[in-house]
């Protein structure tokens, strides 16, 4: 394990040893993959783990495993630092990793035990790009007449075609967006109601939405986002804790 570079804490191991790792074991248990080629896909996401800690995690799976691709135990954590997603911090701190990964797309080769293998690799992301070609995207960065929502060049030359949707990080997000949605119509349904309430959170409805939430066996939570703010904010919902609520 090695400390990530700048002022952000956090740690990253090497991806082609733990790659090489994995490999060894799946070779050793069937040895008719060895003309195969190795399919890759690597991960990398913020998680909020409390109300001002967000953790950056870089992962990778061996697509060859298949229906176990998607299982905890065979998503293997290289990088977990303490950081916002931001282009220029990420570019700066997992700068010794994303080289590695470069490197490794360069050659898609890797030694496993004395012989070579090859290697693709592919990003799992949950589109939030149109379908354009790596060349296009890096075109539009800092043009600020025809960006078409790029700002930054991709961290990773990996094309939008060797890109997997991350159908989790979709349902997230739309319930994420309907969530927020409730706890406003809910607000306002409050406010409506009780012009004179002067504390949003000791709303009926809002009491109401919350305690129906938390009924379903999820920790759930609102507060204000500063003293004295009106705006809100509320616990973050994980994928299990938003199907325990949709059913």
Not at 121 to 128: A, E, H, M, V, Y
Not at 188 to 196: A, G, H, I, L, R
Not at 212 to 235: E, N
Request: aromatic share 6%.
């Amino acid at each position: 394990m090695y400390r990530v570079p700048g002022p952000n804490h956090g740690v990253y191991c090497s991806l082609t040893e733990r790659l090489r790792e994995e490999l060894e074991v799946i070779i050793q248990l069937d040895p008719d993959v060895n003309h195969e080629v190795f399919r890759i896909k690597l991960s990398g996401d913020g998680a909020k783990f409390s109300r001002c800690s967000i953790f950056f995690l870089v992962s990778f799976a061996i697509l060859h495993l298949e229906q176990r691709v998607l299982s905890l135990r065979d998503n293997h954590t290289v990088a977990v630092v303490k950081m916002p997603e931001c282009h220029d911090i990420l570019a700066t701190t997992l700068e010794p990793l994303l080289q590695e990964i470069k490197h490794l797309m360069e050659s898609q080769i890797i030694e496993v035990e004395g012989k070579q293998y090859q290697v693709e690799l592919f990003l799992g992301g949950d589109l939030k790009h149109k379908a354009r070609t790596i060349e296009d995207i890096e075109s539009c960065a800092g043009n600020s007449r025809e960006s078409y929502s790029v700002k930054y060049c991709p961290l990773l030359p990996i094309d939008l075609d060797h890109v997997i949707p991350d159908e989790l990080h979709w349902f997230l997000r739309v319930m994420d967006v309907l969530l927020e949605n409730v706890v406003l119509q809910a607000v306002q349904w409050d406010v409506k109601v009780n012009k004179k309430q002067a504390d949003l959170l000791q709303g009926a409805m809002l009491q109401k939405l919350v305690e129906s939430i938390q009924a379903c066996g999820v920790p759930f939570q609102i507060w204000r986002k500063d003293s004295g703010s009106s705006a809100l904010d509320w616990t973050s919902l994980g994928g299990a804790g938003m199907r325990k609520v949709l059913s």
